[in-house]
């Protein structure tokens, strides 16, 4: 089996391609709940070129809409720079271009005095409706019709797990910019030949490469054992697998499953590690980074959390370092040339295969790949 082209790395006009058929689809991972816990509080969330809002209603529920007032196009809620968290007052959503109104169900309820339309319909005004769905406590949204429902991605790999609702957000979401195409940055948490090659040099590890589970769904399951010493540890890195050890009776572990197209989540014994790459532009791409936990006081567990997010700032740092190399890299080869895969690369094949399955090549474009952007003029700065 052989990977992706290099142009698909590189070509701008695979953009409205992936855009439309994988990442419209697809659910995407918003928030937890606990990051909406009352009527009114949203969260914005951006991706693909689209950004999208979910809301805590009235009763409790959870309404989601693009984000976009049906006037002119102006973006209803922006939300906290880091977090993307807001509050619509009264549950309603008013557009601070022209002040156009809607309530928590998406309708127009509200245009300003003086504004006059010629058989005007408000009723075919209302916010375009997102799908949401919720599954243990994690919040996830689609602009379009996913190809399942989010408990059947999820239940057949992850059906185990607890349920995570009673958790909560420890640290603020980073975003790091990352200057390799999203699909470069996928694989990477997907393969687990480089481990012991380039990751010993560049930095501590806590655990060993994942085994994955076969699967022909749209998520994929895998574990890992807590590592060995290996060449470049620390203090934080030889703590953290101590402690992690000390957690549990049986031998310690984490848990892992990849959800097409760009989600991985990792639940280890101090809690619930998520990482998502959200596409930019050309050669571009930004890791989003969010941790959820239990509430637990002691002293022990604090040291946890803070050596392991210490020896995972230095992990995003060195994998964005290593991903920019080989992005550079696919520039120097031939637009059509590949490379093979090997037979142990389960998650690494899976993903490939779906991206074969789900994004056909277009026709050959004439236009040259380097020199003009996909997405936009920057990259995307992340929800």
Not at 295 to 306: F, K, N
């Amino acid at each position: 089996m052989r990977g992706l082209p290099a142009s698909w790395y590189l070509d701008p006009d695979r953009a409205p391609l992936e855009d439309s058929t994988i990442f419209a689809p697809s659910w995407q991972f918003v928030c937890h709940v606990s990051d909406l816990p009352a009527s009114g509080t949203a969260v914005r969330y951006d991706c693909g070129g689209r950004s999208g809002v979910v809301l805590r209603t009235k009763a409790g529920g959870l309404q989601g809409f693009r984000n976009a007032c049906r006037h002119r196009g102006a973006r209803l809620v922006e939300g906290d720079a880091h977090t993307g968290l807001a509050f619509c007052i009264d549950g309603r959503l008013r557009c601070p271009y022209h002040g156009w109104t809607y309530d928590e169900a998406g309708a127009l309820v509200s245009i300003p005095a003086g504004q006059h339309f010629d058989e005007f319909d408000a009723d075919a005004h209302s916010l375009h409706p997102l799908h949401v769905a919720e599954w243990h406590g994690l919040v996830f949204a689609a602009f379009q019709t996913p190809r399942q429902a989010v408990e059947q991605v999820l239940d057949a790999v992850a059906g185990t797990w607890p349920d995570l609702t009673s958790m909560r957000r420890v640290i603020e979401p980073r975003t790091t910019h990352c200057a390799a195409d999203w699909k470069l940055a996928c694989e990477h948490t997907l393969d687990i030949a480089h481990v012991d090659i380039a990751r010993p040099a560049l930095k501590p590890r806590l655990f060993a490469p994942l085994v994955f589970e076969l699967s022909d769904g749209d998520a994929l399951r895998a574990t890992a054992a807590v590592a060995t010493g290996a060449l470049g540890d620390t203090w934080s890195s030889r703590m953290c697998r101590q402690l992690l050890r000390d957690r549990q009776s049986s031998p310690a572990r984490a848990e892992y499953v990849y959800v097409w197209p760009n989600l991985l989540l990792q639940l280890a014994p101090d809690g619930l590690y998520i990482l998502q790459v959200l596409p930019g532009a050309t050669g571009h791409s930004t890791l989003r980074e969010l941790r959820y936990a239990a509430t637990d006081p002691g002293r022990e567990m604090r040291l946890l959390r803070y050596t392991h997010q210490r020896v995972r700032r230095q992990a995003f740092a060195a994998d964005a370092r290593l991903l920019a190399r080989v992005q550079q890299g696919m520039g120097v080869l031939g637009a059509e040339e590949t490379g093979p895969i090997a037979t142990g690369e389960v998650g690494l094949r899976w993903f490939v295969e779906h991206c074969r399955a789900r994004l056909p090549a277009p026709a050959t474009s004439t236009r040259p790949m380097r020199g003009r952007n996909r997405r936009g003029t920057t990259p995307s700065a992340g929800a």
